[in-house]
């Protein structure tokens, strides 16, 4: 009360605008600021009123925000960035190539890329026929030692990988590597404490900050810390360079201890791309079909538009139960304008939750729309069924964005060799 200038309880009912007895009132012990129905709605559930007073929202970005928090770093300006040398690198859970390629195109030489999947194996060696690339289980690769299926006496300077995001079972409130075996996390981190590179970077969905109320994140960040490497972390979109999409992914990026050198993100491009950018000219290819009465409801949409752009009738029809259910949604109906990157990607081109329709023709992107989209160059060819390719990009790190990541990790490098 002092704080405000306010002495005595006659000044905070002047203040209030209330007499002196409505303040006692309010101040007594047995005073309940609460409706009599709604402390009952408290009793019934169970919860505190402040647990409904407060949006779940706000709570829960409380909460994440204290479990962990994005790193505080400088940016350098990425494009006139050229590697001293080639610098040597390995990647775990490969995929098409989107990653490896766009590191291809910073500076890095790949010495062994590891992916199980047979069609993604096969799209690496139709398009780099000399690439080392390791189809097997990288758990297999682990455990008989990823340094067996390398070059002989090769330093690996840098390893790269997204696995996929998977839970703990926390038996304390610290964990060390053997306490997270049996994940695909175990893996990637034992490969780079088996190679101890000077560099490595961890990519993974915007999901993994949230994943377990943070605390996945956060034991990953303590494994690493452990390995002796310095850890940071940040949420980076695509858009941002070069890549006309929408697509956010988090990047881990260690550096060695011994290392003393801070890692700096790649600065934002002045230029963030658009569909109208990137879908000109584009090679004919396969692509997925709308069912007629699918297309005919999606020729109602405009560009940019979405569900809510329908008629009422042809709403509730089209989306079902989803239609009563809470949130935006969208992704439902959506047609994407010329005028804005696209939606992230998915597996599946057609899904009814996340629509990414053709902003002139009603369809969905085919194969090569899908791969411009995903920055990849009209030349690097998939292989599989239709299905497959479209999975196989759907999956894979933007191109472009890949090679600014990787500039930014070669600025790391080059400083190192001074």
């Given at each position: 009360m002092e704080k405000r200038n306010i002495r005595t309880q006659s000044n905070l009912a002047e203040r209030l605008g209330i007499t002196k007895n409505q303040l006692s009132v309010i101040l007594s012990e047995k005073s309940n600021p609460l409706k009599s129905n709604y402390q009952k709605l408290c009793d019934v559930l169970e919860v505190e009123p402040m647990d409904i007073i407060i949006p779940k929202a706000k709570l829960d970005k409380a909460q994440k925000d204290k479990v962990v928090s994005e790193s505080q770093l400088d940016d350098v300006d990425v494009r006139y960035i050229k590697g001293k040398r080639p610098y040597h690198s390995v990647e775990l859970f490969a995929g098409a190539g989107g990653l490896a390629l766009g590191l291809e195109m910073a500076g890095f030489q790949a010495e062994g890329l590891v992916e199980i999947d047979k069609y993604a194996a096969q799209t690496l060696r139709q398009n780099r026929p000399?690439?080392?690339?390791?189809?097997?289980?990288?758990?297999?690769?682990?455990?008989?030692?990823?340094?067996?299926?390398?070059?002989?006496?090769?330093?690996?300077?840098?390893?790269?990988?997204?696995?996929?995001?998977?839970?703990?079972?926390?038996?304390?409130?610290?964990?060390?590597?053997?306490?997270?075996?049996?994940?695909?996390?175990?893996?990637?981190?034992?490969?780079?404490?088996?190679?101890?590179?000077?560099v490595f970077l961890a990519e993974n969905v915007k999901g993994l900050?949230?994943?377990?109320?943070?605390?996945?994140?956060?034991?990953?960040?303590?494994?690493?810390?452990?390995?002796?490497?310095?850890?940071?972390?940040?949420?980076?979109?695509?858009?941002?360079?070069?890549?006309?999409?929408?697509?956010?992914?988090?990047?881990?990026?260690?550096?060695?201890?011994?290392?003393?050198?801070?890692?700096?993100?790649?600065?934002?491009?002045?230029?963030?791309?658009v569909l109208r950018d990137v879908l000109q000219n584009v090679p004919e290819s396969i692509g997925e079909k709308y069912p007629e009465k699918k297309r005919k409801v999606l020729e109602l949409v405009p560009a940019g538009g979405y569900w809510r752009d329908l008629p009422e009738d042809i709403a509730k029809e089209y989306m079902g139960k989803s239609y009563y259910s809470g949130g935006g949604r969208t992704g439902m109906a959506r047609r994407i304008s010329w005028d804005e990157p696209s939606l992230t990607l998915t597996c599946s081109p057609a899904q009814k939750q996340t629509e990414r329709?053709?902003?002139?023709?009603?369809?969905?992107?085919?194969?090569?729309?899908?791969?411009?989209?995903?920055?990849?160059?009209d030349e690097w060819s998939f292989s599989g069924s239709m299905g497959q390719q479209y999975k196989q990009i759907g999956n894979a790190v933007p191109v472009e964005f890949a090679k600014a990541v990787g500039l930014s990790i070669i600025d790391v490098l080059n400083k190192a060799e001074s």
């Open positions: 000399e690439w080392n690339v390791i189809e097997d289980d990288i758990i297999k690769v682990s455990e008989s030692g990823i340094r067996n299926y390398l070059p002989k006496n090769c330093e690996i300077d840098f390893v790269s990988g997204g696995y996929p995001c998977q839970a703990f079972s926390y038996a304390g409130h610290k964990l060390g590597l053997d306490d997270v075996r049996g994940t695909m996390f175990f893996y990637f981190a034992k490969i780079i404490k088996d190679l101890n590179p000077k900050t949230t994943h377990d109320n943070g605390k996945t994140l956060q034991t990953m960040l303590g494994i690493y810390e452990s390995m002796n490497y310095h850890v940071t972390w940040n949420i980076l979109k695509a858009n941002n360079y070069g890549v006309a999409q929408k697509r956010e992914r988090v990047v881990i990026i260690g550096i060695r201890n011994d290392i003393d050198i801070p890692y700096r993100l790649p600065k934002e491009y002045d230029y963030k791309p329709c053709h902003p002139e023709e009603t369809r969905p992107f085919n194969v090569r729309e899908y791969a411009r989209i995903q920055s990849f160059p």
